[in-house]
């Protein structure tokens, strides 16, 4: 009797944690990214990449920890293709990729380029007036 009792105390003690929980988080989401600027990158071969960067949440580290990204672009290709890409660690320029890293969008000051599977699809692209400040 006295086991079963400190069972179901037990369970209402977590059914409860998980009840105040559910409560203090019910509703809360990420703020959307704040958009940054939209800007047009022109390639060798008459391609183009339509890029419009986004700034994620700050990700807060320990001292002596990597950063964490949290940016964002969308991607539209001169072929069609579009991608939403988050930022990931870069150790010069701003870095985006997938989930698996087989599409890498690179940029750097006026340039940029991709990566898929391991090929550059799109190379030399420069800033386009438009896109100029």
Do not use: H
Not at 122 to 128: D, R, T, W, Y
């Amino acid at each position: 009797m006295k086991k079963n009792l400190i069972f179901i105390i037990l369970i209402v003690i977590i059914l409860a944690g998980a009840g105040i929980w559910y409560v203090n988080n019910k509703g809360k989401e990420s703020p959307p990214p704040s958009f940054i600027a939209q800007v047009v990158f022109i390639c060798d071969g008459d391609k183009t990449i339509d890029a419009a960067f986004y700034e994620g949440e700050p990700n807060p580290v320990e001292p002596g920890e990597r950063p964490v990204p949290s940016g964002s672009v969308k991607i539209i290709l001169s072929d069609g293709r579009n991608f939403n890409l988050s930022q990931t660690i870069s150790a010069s320029g701003v870095r985006y990729a997938n989930e698996n890293e087989t599409f890498i969008f690179w940029t750097k000051g006026d340039s940029a380029f991709i990566e898929e599977g391991g090929e550059f699809t799109f190379q030399n692209c420069l800033l386009g007036e438009s896109g100029k400040n």
